[in-house]
């Protein structure tokens, strides 16, 4: 009982990390920021399971507090599905700096200042499509890499 009660804990921790900015094996939050000995596995589930409970992880990702960045956006099914269905339109407009997909992709997204988002997006063109045959799944990366 007690193994499958620490499992769930372990997997419980994990599971919020996906997030995290400071510490690449157990994130950001107050176990990131009290126990700053990352050197030894037991070290690592101390970090992972304090950043886990009380949601305190949660609240430092969204609130950008406990050593975690904020993020502006995450990308939803919706805009993943948008940007898959609209890679070669979504392109041209992202070069020009604007057009209707640019605003549907802000919209899906749920982000406010629309116009510099496009122009966050024609200023990094050559990040997101990197090359002729770039994948949805790395222009999706991409766009939340630099729109961030």
């Not at 799944?137 to 630099?146: L, R």
């Amino acid at each position: 009982m007690k193994k499958v009660l620490l499992s769930v804990l372990v997997a419980a921790a994990l599971s919020t990390m996906a997030f995290a900015g400071v510490n690449d094996q157990t994130g950001c939050g107050l176990g990131s920021q009290i126990i700053k000995d990352d050197s030894s596995a037991v070290l690592l589930a101390l970090q992972a399971t304090t950043n886990g409970t009380s949601g305190n992880q949660t609240f430092g990702i969204t609130s950008g507090t406990s050593g975690c960045k904020k993020v502006k956006f995450v990308m939803n099914d919706a805009a993943q599905e948008f940007v898959a269905g609209n890679m070669d339109q979504l392109a041209k407009e992202i070069a020009m700096g604007q057009g209707e997909s640019v605003d549907t992709l802000a919209e899906l997204l749920k982000i406010e200042d629309k116009a510099a988002f496009a122009s966050a997006l024609q200023y990094n063109y050559n990040s997101i499509y990197t090359s002729s045959k770039v994948e949805m799944s790395d222009v999706v990366t991409n766009i939340s890499n630099v729109a961030i």
